[in-house]
């Protein structure tokens, strides 16, 4: 009869235990890659539909009518039906791979670009979207708020403190078309590129500084006023 004592008792608790949780670790590992893969081909099975704006919507095209495409949209992981007006939309992908263009120039409607214009200055808002971080807009708009709300903490003026550093912020944070953002270098000279990008890229900055600015001069007033000064 082998004595196997506490020791051994113990080593084997914990042997136990590791074979348990490595098992745990690897059920999760496959149960999450088993997730991915399956959002991913649900996701692939669906249409794509590419609006002005540059931003796409998945799901399942219904009608392509005259003022509307009525289409499941996919929502909490779950397709509803919607509406969507057709001057919104530039094309639509669909499961197969063929995509159809639904934009038209028309100057009465405002389109003045060609399908083509209009396709690289889609390119533009796209990448400008996904790839244009606006970090040093950010800390520049909190810093000047900051230091504005800290020193005019305890006065009415400053209420006037975030419209300081929005204006400060947009003059010392220039912005530009990035070549790591670009999808490829030849539109680095595309007018109709630029301008999309140029837009959305705007209207980014504009979002950083006025959350900046405003967060910055309360943090800054709060802190005047806790400190006493």
């Known amino acids: 009869m082998v004595n196997i004592g506490k020791a051994g008792l113990t080593s084997k608790k914990r042997t136990n235990f590791l074979y348990l949780a490595r098992t745990m670790?690897?059920?999760?590992?496959?149960?999450?890659?088993?997730?991915?893969?399956?959002?991913?081909?649900?996701?692939?099975?669906?249409?794509?539909l590419t609006l002005l704006s540059g931003r796409q919507i998945s799901g399942k095209v219904k009608a392509i009518e005259d003022n509307i495409v009525k289409?499941?949209?996919?929502?909490?992981?779950a397709l509803k039906p919607?509406?969507?007006?057709?001057?919104?939309?530039?094309?639509?992908?669909?499961?197969?791979?063929?995509?159809?263009?639904?934009?038209?120039?028309?100057?009465?409607?405002?389109?003045?670009y060609t399908p083509e214009?209009?396709?690289?200055?889609?390119?533009?808002?796209?990448?400008?979207?996904?790839?244009?971080?606006?970090?040093?807009?950010?800390?520049?708009?909190?810093?000047?708020?900051?230091a504005g709300g800290y020193y005019f903490g305890e006065d009415f003026v400053v209420v006037g403190v975030p419209f300081v550093s929005m204006l400060g912020s947009a003059l010392l944070t220039p912005q530009w078309v990035r070549k790591k953002a670009v999808r490829d270098q030849k539109f680095l000279?595309?007018?109709?590129?630029?301008?999309?990008?140029?837009?959305?890229?705007?209207?980014?900055?504009?979002?950083?500084?006025?959350?900046?600015?405003?967060?910055?001069?309360?943090?800054g007033a709060v802190?005047?006023?806790t400190k006493g000064d």
């Open 25 to 48: 670790n690897q059920n999760f590992f496959v149960f999450f890659i088993g997730l991915f893969v399956f959002s991913t081909q649900a996701l692939s099975q669906e249409d794509t």
């Open 71 to 77: 289409m499941d949209v996919r929502l909490h992981h």
């Open 82 to 112: 919607a509406e969507i007006e057709r001057y919104r939309v530039f094309s639509i992908k669909y499961t197969e791979g063929k995509e159809q263009i639904i934009y038209k120039r028309d100057s009465l409607a405002g389109h003045d």
């Open 117 to 146: 214009e209009m396709q690289r200055k889609i390119f533009g808002e796209q990448d400008a979207r996904e790839n244009h971080n606006m970090v040093m807009p950010l800390v520049v708009s909190t810093a000047l708020g900051a």
């Open 189 to 219: 000279k595309d007018h109709d590129y630029k301008s999309g990008y140029k837009r959305v890229r705007k209207a980014k900055k504009a979002k950083q500084i006025v959350w900046g600015s405003i967060a910055g001069t309360v943090l």
């Open 223 to 225: 802190f005047k006023i």
